[in-house]
Nanobody
Framework: VQLQASGGGLVQAGGSLRLSCAAS????????MGWFRRAPGKDREFVAG????????AYAESVKGRFTIARDNAKNTVYLQMNSLKPEDTAVYYC???????????????????WGQGTQVTVSS
């Protein structure tokens, strides 16, 4: 599976961005998909996840109520809508695919076998 993340950019605080993650090579419709981020000088962290059928989602506390994850299995694509952005949201954002078909939604990045190349999000104050 190849994952291509896009949609990052420079935005002012309070603004919005929509990230996309397009999968190719194989369908990801049967696996949990996640978004992670790595801020400068910090470890990569879980941001949001969505189960294979879209029936369950999870968010980091820091983004809950501001970010929304969604998926379109027909397009083999996952999205992250980011609203009310803050300077502390500045990071490289990565999408990832869980290794287990029809599995539960997990935040542990070790269970995600496939990763996109990352897209930079910069929020200015």
């Amino acid at each position: 599976v190849q994952l291509q993340a896009s949609g990052g950019g420079l935005v002012q605080a309070g603004g919005s961005l929509r990230l996309s993650c397009a999968a190719s090579g194989r369908s990801v419709s049967s696996v949990t998909m996640g978004w992670f981020r790595r801020a400068p000088g910090k470890d990569r962290e879980f941001v949001a996840g969505i189960r294979w059928n879209g029936g369950s989602t999870a968010y980091a506390e820091s983004v809950k109520g501001r970010f929304t994850i969604a998926r379109d299995n027909a397009k083999n694509t996952v999205y992250l809508q980011m609203n009310s952005l803050k300077p502390e949201d500045t990071a490289v954002y990565y999408c990832a695919a869980d290794r287990t078909p029809y599995g539960s939604l997990r935040r542990d990045q070790l269970v995600y076998d496939y990763w996109g190349q990352g897209t930079q999000v910069t929020v200015s104050s």
